[in-house]
């Protein structure tokens, strides 16, 4: 029951104007939780993954012909074989996300229309605006749909999947589309070998969809810390240095990494984040049948499993074949992994990426 406040009492009321009674009754209702319209025995299951990669695979014998660099540098410090490059000329996120889409409509059954709204993580964008999200939905005809980006670097995924399955247990959405692409080769410096050996492109998506049996997404530890944005970043292109010739010519529209600085954090908020949301639902590393990683560092990867007690054959990997596709990691290991995922696994989805940003997200496979 709504109560009303002890000022707004009979004599107060008799003062106002109906107008004024009328608006503080408006801006009271707005102030007040409405409790009796959300509906939480939804879980959202996400259990239809597809992704898509490019097909040019750019190998480390290419790079060591582009930049000082070797195969062995790269494989023993970093895991990665060779990735993937859309080189299409004219093309971007939003179409490898469409491709990703039309494995999704031919295997699921799922019609464009259906769609109530589409979620896209990524920080390249087919444009600094408009979003990715409605271009996609309008390439692959969701004609019901809206769509917003959300930029939280290699943890954009993690952010996404977690929004999408708020819109779920809210009730209102039925068919959420979570998609996680970037396509790093944009905005890579081709002659930095500290950079240029670790990205790649690639995309994934997931179709979040209510689920009363108790499967699907449990809980999530979503973290930032705004103070990293100095490790990790593009110096140009934003509103504070608009492009101009200067910052071109000084390579500024390129991944900046501190390395060494971002692999620490990383191990350490991984850890952090997946034993938090573990806890908090009472269950052990034991308990958890996948650990889902994002790819930025195959040493990265061991040293969180190492950490938190996980048998290298319960832990997610691919960084060998694709490198880091930023968003596009964890939806590509959901979808490289598909036929050894079980009904009622528990997978623990966690990354760390640019902002800084970090978390770790339950879920309950439903299969
Ligand atoms: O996904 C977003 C989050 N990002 C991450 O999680 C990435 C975290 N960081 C890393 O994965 C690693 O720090 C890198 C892979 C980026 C670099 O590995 P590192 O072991 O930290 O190497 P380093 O930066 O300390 O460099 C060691 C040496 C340097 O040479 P000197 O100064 O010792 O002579 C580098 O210049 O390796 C050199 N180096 C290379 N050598 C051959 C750096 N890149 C290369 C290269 N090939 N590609």
Redesign the pocket.
């Known amino acids: 029951m709504r109560q009303v406040p002890f000022f707004l009492n009979l004599s107060c009321l008799l003062l106002l104007k109906d107008i004024e009674i009328l608006m503080i009754i408006g801006i009271l209702y707005l102030r007040c939780p409405i409790d009796n319209t959300l509906t939480y025995d939804y879980k959202s299951c996400d259990y239809r993954s597809r992704g898509y990669v490019p097909d040019y695979i750019l190998t480390n014998a290419e790079?060591e012909t582009m930049?000082?660099?070797?195969d062995e540098?790269?494989f023993t410090?970093?895991g990665i074989r060779e990735r993937r490059i859309l080189k299409e000329e004219g093309k971007g996120s939003s179409d490898m996300v469409v491709r990703a889409m039309e494995r999704l409509f031919e295997q699921t059954g799922l019609k464009p229309e259906e769609i109530d709204l589409l979620i896209c993580a990524t920080v390249t964008g087919d444009m600094v605006f408009p979003d990715t999200a409605n271009t996609i939905c309008d390439k692959i005809g969701a004609v019901n749909a809206y769509g917003f980006d959300i930029n939280a670097?290699?943890s954009g995924f993690l952010y996404a999947i977690q929004t999408g399955a708020k819109f779920i247990e809210s009730g209102t959405h039925k068919k959420v589309v979570v998609a996680g692409v970037d396509k790093m080769s944009s905005i890579l410096d081709y002659s930095d070998?500290?950079?240029?050996?670790?990205?790649g492109d690639g995309a994934g998506v997931v179709l979040l969809e209510p689920d009363a049996t108790g499967f699907g997404i449990y809980d999530a530890v979503l973290r930032a810390d705004g103070n990293g944005r100095h490790f990790?970043h593009m110096k140009a292109g934003g509103s504070v240095k608009p492009p101009t010739i200067e910052t071109v010519l000084a390579r500024e529209h390129y991944v900046y990494?501190e390395?060494?600085t971002?692999?620490k954090y990383?191990v350490k908020g991984m850890v952090d984040a997946v034993q938090q949301v573990l806890e908090r639902n009472n269950l052990t590393t034991d308990d958890v049948r996948w650990l889902v990683p994002?790819q930025?560092?195959k040493?990265?990867i061991t040293s969180v499993g190492e950490a938190l007690g996980f048998t290298e054959d319960r832990v997610m990997v691919n960084i060998e074949r694709y490198g880091?596709t930023?968003a596009g990691?964890l939806p590509l290991c959901l979808w490289d992994y598909r036929d050894q995922l079980k009904p009622g696994d528990w997978v623990v989805l966690t990354?760390?990426?640019?902002g800084f940003t970090w978390g770790a997200v339950l879920i309950r496979w439903k299969g």
Do not use: D, P
Request: aromatic share 10%; proline share 0%; with cysteine.
């Open positions: 790079l930049v000082e660099t070797t540098w790269i410090r970093t670097a290699c070998r500290t950079t240029c050996v670790i990205f990790l990494q390395g060494k971002v692999f990383a994002h930025a560092n040493r990265i880091n930023t990691t990354a760390f990426g640019g």
